[in-house]
């Protein structure tokens, strides 16, 4: 891995001299707390935001949008490439494991793929931490440590800039007269932002404890105690809407025998219906606990790591207050 640094300034140049060639997206405030990607204009550079936390909207719709056309296939490998500056660590990793999924098995997902080939990731460190955010408890950090072309280390003067990547590498070189060779003091500045931030997201947690092997504490029955926790929810789908690693899909078929690929929920009490009627999760409570198994057992056996990264946008657009931590404190504790 290569690291340089780059002032401001330079960094807003950076961007411009891409603009013609790629479709930039960058995140802009949006409301008083949240942040939304946006494409990226000469005209509002100046407004586009580094650090900070995460989007409001999954990165996942990005390269795996809510509705999306599979069949007739289109050729899409002349789309111009994008660039999506912003993503956070916790975005990654859920990248991970939508990569696994629609690429890492027998068949790859052609529409998915080509997606992420035509895309170029900037990432940036978490500067903040909302109220929900909680991934330095469940084996993450509020920085990315892989899965980027390049991250943004925010500093006071200017960004440290990590690049993993050979097409990172051949966007730094094309422009590389911005750069500069990274200063110790800058890497201590970098280093000790982390830091804080990391601690910062401990603090907003202390009150949750979570199993070690959190994987086998959701496995027990515990009847009475996930019926407690499901009884609040309305299966609106909010939750699994707004989570990145969730992928679950309904194939529907349009006029002309178009088909389209509709995100779809296991909460739903259709989703797992078959012909004839019968339905193996007819009951809230099972399908609740599903959603719980999925993320933190079923998808770590599969993939070897948790399907929950503690972005905490499940809680944020629950409309009963269901709290994904308060849920997982409560099944850690001993029987």
């Excluded at 660590?89 to 494991?97: D, F, K, N, S, V």
């Excluded at 997201?201 to 009847?223: Q, R």
């Excluded at 529907?252 to 797992?272: A, H, L, M, P, V």
């Excluded at 499940?314 to 997982?328: F, G, H, N, S, T």
């Amino acid at each position: 891995m290569d690291i340089k640094y780059i002032k401001y300034s330079n960094w807003q140049n950076f961007l411009l001299h891409q603009i013609g060639e790629y479709n930039i997206f960058s995140l802009f405030k949006d409301g008083e707390l949240d942040y939304n990607y946006s494409v990226l204009s000469a005209a509002n550079l100046k407004d586009t935001v580094l650090g900070k936390y995460r989007s409001r909207v999954p990165a996942k719709s990005f390269f795996f949008p809510s509705v999306e056309k599979i069949l007739p296939q289109t050729q899409t490998d002349t789309k111009k490439p994008s660039i999506i500056v912003g993503l956070k660590g916790c975005e990654l990793a859920h990248l991970r494991l939508i990569d696994a999924m629609f690429l890492g098995g027998e068949f790859s997902d052609s529409n998915y793929g080509r997606a992420r080939n035509n895309s170029i990731i900037i990432s940036t460190d978490c500067t903040s931490a909302k109220s929900t955010c909680f991934c330095s408890i469940i084996e993450g950090k509020p920085y990315p440590t892989y899965g980027f072309d390049i991250n943004l280390r925010p500093i006071k003067s200017g960004l440290v800039v990590e690049i993993s990547t050979e097409k990172g590498m051949q966007l730094i070189k094309n422009n590389g007269s911005l750069f500069q060779d990274i200063g110790q003091s800058h890497m201590e500045e970098s280093q000790k932002n982390r830091a804080d931030t990391d601690r910062l997201v401990l603090n907003i947690n202390e009150k949750y404890k979570f199993a070690k092997a959190l994987d086998e504490a959701v496995k027990p029955p515990k009847t009475d105690l996930w019926k407690d926790i499901a009884k609040e929810c309305v299966e609106c789908g909010g939750c699994r809407f707004v989570c990145s690693t969730c992928y679950c899909f309904l194939l529907g078929e349009q006029k002309n025998f178009e088909k389209q690929r509709i995100w779809d929920t296991c909460q739903f009490k259709g989703y797992s219906r078959v012909a004839g009627g019968g339905n193996p999760r007819p009951a809230k409570l099972s399908r609740y606990r599903n959603f719980y198994s999925c993320k933190i057992n079923y998808r770590r056996q599969n993939f070897g790591f948790y399907a929950c990264t503690g972005c905490g946008r499940c809680v944020e657009v629950c409309p009963a207050k269901i709290d994904i931590r308060e849920a997982l404190t409560r099944l850690s504790e001993p029987k």
